[in-house]
């Protein structure tokens, strides 16, 4: 067996970029990254107003400083996050331990999983507290388009974590299969 793309049958190969950035979870990942900075981004940039009558800033949405701090929390945790993932996909390649594979999957499931669901939380939490903004609090409009753009990327967020997760199952399901076919058909017994 030659193996494949997912199978340990390519590891230790020389290091292909190329072949990395063409990857569907690689391009979700570098995706959701800039999301991610989007997000958080936006918050702290002009997440924050103060008013002539009051010395201190308070938040875009609904004057809850929860609101814009969770969104950059998870804004830039997800960054990280990404980051992180990313590093792995680099390194993938090199895992030539098939439980190891397995293992990196299995962890870009609960990840992903988890932060489509926390972004979901966030855009649900982002978008409530802007509904029950007070106009008077903010007059001028100032930093509207900043709080929209983080409630939108936040929707976003959601779809590209859940795909990411998705393929993260598909390559699970491959390295299941690459497995057992290994264990069936061990390479001493091919001519």
């Known amino acids: 067996m030659e193996g494949g793309a997912y199978g340990a049958g390519k590891a230790g190969g ?4 190329y072949t990395l950035i063409r990857q569907p ?5 570098v995706v959701s990254w800039v999301f991610s900075i989007v997000v ?5 940039n002009e997440g924050y107003l103060n008013s002539s009558s009051e010395s ?4 875009i949405y609904n004057r809850n400083s929860n ?3 969770y969104g950059v929390t998870v804004g830039v945790l997800a960054f990280l996050t990404c980051l992180l993932y990313l590093a792995l996909d680099v390194y993938f390649p090199q895992i030539s331990s098939v439980k190891d594979r397995k293992k990196a999957v299995l962890s870009d499931i609960g990840v992903s999983a ?5 972004w ?3 855009f649900c939490y982002l978008a409530n507290q802007w509904q029950v903004s007070k106009p008077k609090d903010n007059p001028l409009n100032e930093g509207t388009d900043a709080a929209r753009a983080a409630i939108a990327f936040s ?13 993260a199952v598909r390559r699970f399901k491959d390295l299941t299969f690459q497995e057992e076919y290994s264990t069936l058909f061990p390479t001493s017994a091919q001519p």
């Open 14 to 17: 020389a290091f292909d970029p």
């Open 25 to 29: 979870h690689t391009i979700l990942r």
């Open 40 to 44: 958080f981004g936006s918050i702290v």
């Open 56 to 59: 201190e800033e308070f938040c």
């Open 67 to 69: 609101a814009c701090g």
């Open 114 to 118: 988890f932060w489509a669901f926390l």
């Open 120 to 122: 979901f939380v966030g």
């Open 155 to 167: 929707f976003f967020s959601i779809f590209t974590w859940s795909l990411t997760a998705a393929l």
